[in-house]
């Protein structure tokens, strides 16, 4: 792009890029180990807001809303660009975790103003470093199908959660059968390239989880995505 090119030229030019890097992700994240998701989101960092700011707002927005209703500290889990990290309220204090360092380069420009945004760290979310117990919430957006190994990333989250904490997961899963298995089944070849996993039932999570869900919304667009609120045992062996 050049400085003297026209506004068409411009948007032609960024529409050409998206369009490359959705052709190059299939393959970046079909094997989803670590450095596969690490040049994925290196490619994306610059494009991700522009891209799926509007098909995850929904998602976002409901999930930061439930958390706004809670207190205390806040682990955000593949916080990305942090473009959740202004609708925080201000005197909940959050931790943001990437695997990717250029998405969270923009995580920390947005946080520059944001004082309740105590810390955005690079951390496998399957491999946390913060002690058992920590947080009051653990939230994570648009992560769960796109790591490795999604059960631990479950176990991780539920032991750095306190016991009575709340462990929230907003993302996309597949449907058992009827229409929206239908759309499902239309939708995989684009939904593989925007980067998540849409052969991914809820078992996946719930057969893997002491954690008990407190409750689950299906929400905007088309009903594609879920948020599931689970709460921890207040005792680790009872079931509350
Ligand atoms: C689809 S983006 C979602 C970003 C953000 N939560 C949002 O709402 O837009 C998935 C994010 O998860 C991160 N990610 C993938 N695997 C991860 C892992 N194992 N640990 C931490 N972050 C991971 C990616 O780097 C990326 O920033």
Same mark, same amino acid.
């Given at each position: 792009?050049?400085?003297?090119?026209?506004?068409?030229?411009?948007?032609?030019?960024?529409?050409?890029?998206?369009?490359? @890097?959705?052709?190059?992700?299939?393959?970046?994240?079909?094997?989803?180990?670590?450095?596969?998701? @690490?040049?994925?989101?290196?490619?994306?960092?610059?494009?991700?807001?522009?891209?799926?700011?509007?098909?995850?707002?929904?998602?976002?927005?409901?999930?930061?809303?439930?958390?706004?209703?809670? =207190?205390?500290?806040?682990?955000?889990?593949?916080?990305?660009?942090?473009?959740?990290?202004?609708?925080?309220?201000?005197? *909940?204090?959050?931790?943001?975790?990437?695997?990717?360092?250029?998405? *969270?380069?923009?995580? @920390?420009?947005?946080?520059?103003?944001?004082?309740?945004?105590?810390?955005?760290?690079?951390?496998?979310?399957?491999?946390?470093?913060?002690?058992?117990?920590?947080?009051?919430?653990?939230?994570?957006?648009?992560?769960?199908?796109?790591?490795?190994?999604?059960?631990?990333?479950?176990?991780?989250?539920?032991?750095?959660?306190?016991?009575?904490?709340?462990?929230?997961?907003?993302?996309?899963? =597949?449907?058992?059968?009827? *229409?929206?298995?239908?759309?499902?089944?239309?939708?995989?070849?684009?939904?593989?390239?925007?980067?998540?996993?849409?052969?991914?039932?809820? =078992?996946?999570?719930?057969?893997?989880?002491?954690?008990?869900?407190?409750?689950?919304?299906? *929400?905007?667009?088309?009903?594609?995505?879920?948020?599931?609120?689970?709460?921890?045992?207040?005792?680790?062996?009872?079931?509350?």
């Amino acid at each position: 792009m050049n400085r003297s090119d026209t506004f068409p030229e411009r948007l032609r030019f960024i529409a050409n890029r998206i369009r490359s @890097r959705l052709k190059s992700l299939p393959q970046d994240v079909a094997r989803l180990d670590e450095t596969a998701v @690490r040049t994925a989101y290196a490619r994306w960092a610059p494009y991700y807001d522009l891209v799926f700011r509007a098909p995850f707002y929904k998602g976002r927005q409901e999930a930061v809303k439930h958390i706004n209703t809670l =207190s205390g500290h806040i682990l955000e889990a593949g916080v990305g660009t942090g473009i959740s990290l202004p609708k925080y309220r201000s005197d *909940l204090e959050i931790t943001g975790i990437d695997l990717s360092e250029e998405m *969270l380069e923009r995580a @920390r420009l947005r946080a520059r103003d944001l004082p309740n945004v105590r810390e955005l760290t690079t951390m496998d979310a399957g491999n946390l470093s913060f002690p058992d117990d920590h947080f009051d919430v653990a939230v994570a957006m648009y992560v769960i199908t796109v790591v490795p190994d999604p059960a631990r990333v479950m176990r991780e989250l539920e032991r750095v959660t306190k016991p009575g904490g709340t462990v929230i997961l907003v993302n996309h899963f =597949s449907a058992d059968g009827g *229409l929206r298995a239908h759309a499902e089944r239309a939708l995989e070849r684009f939904a593989d390239r925007l980067g998540w996993n849409t052969d991914f039932p809820k =078992s996946r999570i719930l057969t893997r989880t002491s954690m008990r869900l407190e409750k689950e919304t299906t *929400l905007a667009p088309f009903g594609l995505f879920t948020l599931m609120t689970f709460r921890k045992p207040e005792h680790p062996a009872s079931a509350e």
